[in-house]
């Protein structure tokens, strides 16, 4: 089930944006764990996702131990 903070089919919060959700899924990144260990340069250039989104993605992937590579 979805949490009220996350978006639909995803473990994503939804504090990114939809064009960031959107950009992230279309890559393959569905969940925070994905993410984990992937370049933030190579997040930045997904059509989509920019400074506000990493920050928000950021704070949660700390909140469960996980971190950009």
């Keep these: 089930m979805t949490k009220p903070n996350e978006s639909p089919g995803t473990d994503l919060p939804r504090g ?18 994905d993410l984990a260990g992937v370049p933030e340069a190579e997040l930045l ?8 989104a ?3 993605l950021q704070e949660v992937m700390a909140e469960r ?5």
Excluded at 22 to 30: C, K, S, V
């Design 45 to 52: 250039a997904l059509h989509g996702v920019g400074p506000k």
């Design 65 to 69: 131990g996980l971190s950009f590579g």
């Design 16 to 33: 990114i944006g939809a064009p960031a959700t959107r950009a992230l899924t279309a890559a393959g990144y569905t969940t925070l764990e």
């Design 54 to 56: 990493l920050t928000v």
